[in-house]
């Protein structure tokens, strides 16, 4: 499965940059990414 393959190519690289920088903004933008994918994949399965 190719999204899964994404998701857990991006998800611990997005941990460790989320780890270097304790930002709030990104953060945000991190939850933010997580749950459009999130969407997707849900959307994805509907169709």
């Not at 393959?5 to 270097?20: N, V, Y």
């Amino acid at each position: 499965m190719l999204l899964q393959d994404f998701l857990d190519t991006i998800f611990p690289l997005a941990q460790k940059i989320d780890l270097k920088q304790h930002d709030v903004l990104f953060s945000v933008k991190l939850q933010s990414l997580k749950t459009v994918l999130l969407y997707h994949i849900l959307s994805s399965q509907k169709v």
